[in-house]
């Protein structure tokens, strides 16, 4: 399968692991893509801190670091690598009083719709994000 997950210090304990990896294909279709190469790396806080200050310069935790390795930017193919902190999922999930599964599904759609051109700088940008999230969360509780 297209989509991998990837574990770097911490383990994801998540039992619908293979259905959640056809649902983001299924979504990067829907979207319009084809995931060609799509790795998910779940970690923790701080080893996703090391890789923001090391690569995007920031100081802080976040929750997911999405990076495109798509050679041709244009290309309706996915390539890429995702890192998620699990230890933000957590919290997210407690902190907006929602499931782990629901804040987990959200996530790992967020990086994917980075990937498919959505973006979260600007107001508007965020928006549209937060729409399409909600269509991913929408349409998984009835996925097989």
Known sequence: M??????????????????????????????????????????SDAYLLDINQRFLNHDDYTDIITFDLRENKKDSSVVGEIYISVDRVKEN????????????VRVTCHGLLH???????????????????ERCLSAFPDFQ
């Open 2 to 43: 297209a989509v991998t997950f990837s574990y770097a210090d911490v383990r994801l304990n998540y039992n619908q692991k293979q259905r959640l990896k056809r649902f983001i294909a299924h979504m990067a279709t829907q979207e319009g893509y084809k995931v060609a190469s799509l790795n998910y790396v779940f970690c």
């Open 93 to 104: 999930a407690v902190l907006h009083m929602v499931s782990f599964e629901s804040e987990l």
């Open 115 to 133: 990937l498919c051109g959505y973006r979260d700088k600007k107001k508007e940008d965020v928006i549209a994000m937060r729409a399409a999230e």
